[in-house]
């Protein structure tokens, strides 16, 4: 078990590009979870996967936003033309689903974007 | 939509000492999952203690125990013995019983978050 594991740590872009963020779940945990967290609050529920099915998307998640999780392992994360409100920390979390919704969340340690 | 505060941006007590971190919520579901997670400097979140609403016992965890009042919406954290290793941010959060009910219940819902300060 090494932990939920995000790429890159830190991204700085420029208002308008594209940029995409991984995150590696625990190996065998069908459950993924992407969140966004800015300066001062709480973590907000993007969207969830349950293997690569991606079945629920927080009204936060725009059109600009998009996220995959091809064959149920890594997800991405991508935002197309960048906001500067877009900056927040990107966090991933993963849970072994069994059935229930009690279930322990692991979360990774987040990417932080600047759109400058 | 359900919604959780906490009233208290920051907290500070002293090394071996006790400090009890409040939040409320507000849900009309009779069956839900409170929880509280720590944030340290690293970023990562780690879930400190779990509570189902269907249960009237306190969950415990360590040094860590919380006070579950249904009735009044509240949910507040309780550590003994303070250590330094304890200083944080700590997150309130909220869970749906049921799931794809929408709007992103199969998510947690956070609260502000308190930050907590360990003085040696």
């Known amino acids: 078990d090494t932990g939920v594991s995000q790429n890159p740590r830190h991204k700085i872009t420029k208002r308008g590009q594209n940029v995409t963020f991984r995150c590696d779940p625990i190996s065998e945990h069908n459950r993924l979870y992407w969140y966004r967290q800015t300066l001062g609050q709480g973590p907000e529920f993007l969207t969830y996967?349950?293997?690569?099915?991606?079945?629920?998307k927080s009204r936060l998640l725009s059109d600009r936003f998009s996220a995959e999780r091809p064959k149920g392992s890594f997800s991405t994360l991508e935002i197309q033309r960048t906001e500067q409100g877009d900056s927040a920390m990107y966090l991933c979390?993963?849970?072994?689903?069994?059935?229930?919704?009690?279930?322990?969340?692991?979360f990774g340690s987040g990417t932080q974007l600047s759109v400058l | 939509a359900q919604t959780v505060t906490q009233s208290q941006p920051e907290m500070s007590v002293q090394e071996a000492e006790t400090v009890t971190l409040s939040c409320t919520y507000d849900t009309s579901e009779s069956d839900y999952y409170l929880f509280w997670y720590k944030q340290p400097p690293s970023r990562q979140m780690i879930l400190v203690i779990r509570q189902e609403a269907y249960k009237q016992q306190n969950a415990t965890e360590n040094r860590f125990s919380v006070n579950f009042q249904k009735a009044a919406k509240s949910f507040s954290l309780k550590i003994s013995d303070s250590q330094l290793g304890d200083a944080a941010m700590y997150f309130c959060a909220y869970r749906s019983l049921f799931m794809y009910s929408g709007g992103g219940a199969d998510g947690l819902t956070f609260g502000k978050g308190t930050h907590l300060i360990i003085q040696p």
């Open positions: 979390a993963s849970s072994l689903g069994t059935g229930g919704t009690n279930e322990k969340l692991f």
């Open positions: 996967f349950q293997n690569e099915a991606q079945l629920e």
